[in-house]
């Protein structure tokens, strides 16, 4: 298993920007399928956003516009910029990473979008 940190969240007002960062443990993290997922109280985990090897991104409509996933394969580390925030983004954001024979979560970490 992969182990993996997320950090960034905290408190925004509407409109505000937040990155938040995931860092990787393990030497094999080019190979990964990189995720963020968000969870509301009360509501299932949803997919966010994903980049997989060659690069290629893609995003629930929600975020789309607003969100830009990205990867450092060499710093073991995938990033989300959240752009234009909205109150309803307002949940604990969590870092995932797939690949046929593993899928890795972190612990999560909460963004609250409020004036």
């Known amino acids: 298993q992969v182990q993996l940190v997320e950090s960034g969240g905290g408190l925004v007002q509407p409109g505000g920007s937040l990155r938040l960062s995931c860092a990787a443990s393990?030497?094999?993290?080019?190979?990964?399928?990189m995720g963020w997922y968000r969870q509301c109280p009360g509501k299932q985990r949803e997919l966010v956003a994903v980049?997989?090897?060659?690069?290629?991104?893609n995003y629930a409509d929600s975020v789309k516009g607003r969100f830009t996933i990205s990867r450092d394969n060499a710093k073991n580390t995938v990033w989300l910029q959240m752009n234009s925030l909205k109150p309803e983004d307002t949940a604990v954001y969590y870092c995932?990473?797939?690949?046929?024979?593993?899928?890795?979560w972190g612990k999560g970490t909460l963004v609250t979008v409020s004036s």
């Open positions: 995932n990473a797939n690949t046929i024979s593993m899928d890795s």
């Open positions: 393990g030497s094999r993290f080019s190979s990964y399928a």
């Open positions: 980049i997989i090897m060659s690069g290629r991104t």
